[in-house]
């Protein structure tokens, strides 16, 4: 199993920025995926972005060109930086660690965009 914190939510305005922080606590480049995902209120948990163990990325079309997933193999931190926010990307945001039989969850940080 992996533990995994999220920290660096908050409120930010329309336009603002925020960046995300993952804490593993195990190496994350033996891990096949690190990911990002968000939940809003009344809707289901979606795939945000995502980060092999390779080191490529994928990004869900609603977030192109704002956010951006990045890791940092001698901390064992995964970063969601997010620019341009939205008042839709509104949720719960939680790390994800994916490795064969192995998927664990953070217990997820607020991000609230205001308009």
């Known amino acids: 199993q992996v533990q995994l914190v999220e920290s660096g939510g908050g409120l930010v305005q329309a336009g603002g920025s925020l960046r995300l922080s993952c804490a593993a606590s195990?190496?994350?480049?033996?891990?096949?995926?690190m990911g990002w995902y968000r939940q809003a209120p009344g809707k289901q948990r979606e795939l945000v972005a995502t980060?092999?163990?390779?080191?490529?990325?994928n990004y869900i079309d609603s977030v192109k060109g704002r956010f951006t997933i990045s890791r940092d193999g001698a901390k064992n931190m995964v970063y969601l930086q997010m620019n341009s926010l939205k008042p839709e990307d509104t949720a719960v945001y939680y790390c994800n660690a994916k490795h064969y039989g192995l998927n664990s969850w953070g217990q997820g940080t607020q991000v609230t965009v205001s308009s």
């Open positions: 195990r190496n994350i480049f033996s891990i096949n995926t």
């Open positions: 980060i092999s163990s390779g080191g490529s990325s």
